[in-house]
């Protein structure tokens, strides 16, 4: 390699590491930073630490029964880690990092895990982003929807999985998943899924919230769709709520052929992009996240307007 190459190789790493260090307007922890410094800076037990912080709102079981008044359900709606931070400081002073009682964790799903162990990276110097997409290791037979981190490793990155506790055993093939490095055949990204299921390697019926959910657009290429505008957003550092609405998404149960086209380029340019790309393709009206957006809290309540920070 030339030295002009060597040095565009470099400039380009810096960028990428210093462009995913710096917080979003969503993983800022803001007053809460310095209870972070309390947090441990190694990869792994920040992983576990993420893991102790949220206790997921339909996942783990109806969370009346685990110690939760019915109102604190709310939650769910938190969308900003310092407001997040916040609340688990007031319900036990003790930064994360070690064991917390269930009703001392806050109500939410995997997006929160994942936002909250972003936080805590970037906290720390750590690139870290999320990606939205759909796992094949929570269920046999289907891939849900779901969201991870991904970390840079040298020139690379990899997917780290904030949810889940150390030792967990893909239920398809009963191998331990490996919490910091998950393969990529089992947590499929954005462009990934929507690849996967317009080539017909994967069935785009497989991909759904959940199989027993009976709503036409969380399932198949709409809600593929849907995965794959909230992964650009996430690569350009907007960590969105599941349930957010903007641009062209909408509850659709089809996508005529425009849309279909639409999504097509897209997967095609985030699965090679480089961060300016990026950034370029999100400039776009129908993707771009707006002032105000739309969102939909489960389950299935009206959409309500929301003003983003």
């Not at 269930?102 to 982003?129: E, N, Q, Y």
């Not at 954005?190 to 709503?215: H, I, K, N, Q, Y």
């Not at 809290?297 to 929301?306: A, D, K, N, S, Y």
């Amino acid at each position: 390699m030339d030295d002009f190459s060597v040095s565009q190789f470099s400039s380009e790493h810096f960028y990428i590491e210093h462009f995913y260090i710096e917080h979003s307007r969503f993983t800022d922890p803001g007053a809460e930073s310095s209870w972070l410094d309390g947090t441990p800076a190694d990869l792994a037990a920040l992983r576990e630490a993420a893991s102790q912080l949220v206790f997921h709102y339909w996942a783990q079981g109806d969370i009346t029964q685990h110690g939760f008044p019915a109102s604190r359900g709310e939650e769910i709606d938190l969308r900003y880690a310092s407001d997040m931070f916040a609340r688990l400081r007031e319900l036990d002073p003790a930064p994360p990092g070690g064991p917390r009682s269930k009703p001392d964790r806050i109500v939410g799903c995997c997006r929160d895990f994942t936002l909250l162990f972003v936080s805590m990276a970037r906290h720390h110097g750590i690139p870290a982003r999320a990606r939205v997409g759909f796992a094949s290791y929570l269920m046999p037979g289907w891939y849900l929807d779901h969201v991870v981190a991904e970390v840079r490793d040298g020139d690379e990155w990899r997917l780290v999985e904030p949810q889940l506790s150390p030792g967990f055993r893909d239920p398809v093939d009963d191998t331990e998943l490996d919490l910091l490095d998950v393969p990529r055949d089992r947590f499929l990204v954005g462009a990934d899924a929507w690849t996967a299921a317009r080539s017909g390697e994967v069935d785009p019926d497989r991909l759904v919230v959940s199989p027993d959910l009976d709503v036409p657009y969380l399932r198949g290429l709409p809600y593929a769709r849907h995965n794959l505008v909230l992964d650009l957003a996430a690569l350009n550092k907007h960590e969105m709520l599941q349930w957010d609405l903007w641009g062209d998404l909408d509850a659709a149960v089809s996508l005529d052929p425009a849309a279909l086209a639409r999504a097509d380029e897209l997967a095609e340019l985030m699965a090679d992009a480089d961060v300016e790309q990026l950034r370029v393709a999100f400039e776009a009206d129908d993707v771009r996240v707006p002032p105000v957006i739309r969102s939909v809290t489960p389950p299935g309540r009206l959409p309500v307007e929301v003003v983003l920070r």
